[in-house]
Nanobody, 117 residues
Framework: QVHLVESGGGLVQAGGSLRLSCVASGIIFTISTISWYRQAPGKQRELVAGITRNYETNYAESVKGRFTISRDNYKNTVYLQMDSLKPDDTADYYC???????????WGQGTQVTVSS
């Protein structure tokens, strides 16, 4: 059974930082692309950042230069370092995994990030 467990969300003032973690189990982590998505109230879920098995990264334009995604294959963990946070970053953040060779994909339960102005 696949589990993605997010942590690290919380309340922070604008300009502050948070680091989200996503711990994966039940998949072959080393050949999986892991991404962070977010969904703000009343808005569609959007891709924030992703990292492939080859450590290639991509970011939404709105977070480039402020967020950094990384992975630790020994810990089956992906991190999202979020700096210079803005109120517009307020959302539920979800971890997503897609393993090479599998048709299905997986979501975590989400962690809430609130940025106050």
């Amino acid at each position: 059974q696949v589990h993605l467990v997010e942590s690290g969300g919380g309340l922070v003032q604008a300009g502050g930082s948070l680091r989200l973690s996503c711990v994966a189990s039940g998949i072959i982590f080393t050949i999986s692309t892991i991404s962070w998505y977010r969904q703000a109230p009343g808005k569609q879920r959007e891709l924030v950042a992703g990292i492939t098995r080859n450590y290639e990264t991509n970011y939404a334009e709105s977070v480039k230069g402020r967020f950094t995604i990384s992975r630790d294959n020994y810990k089956n963990t992906v991190y999202l370092q979020m700096d210079s946070l803005k109120p517009d970053d307020t959302a539920d953040y979800y971890c997503h995994a897609r393993q090479l060779g599998r048709r299905d994909d997986f979501w975590g339960q989400g962690t809430q990030v609130t940025v106050s102005s």
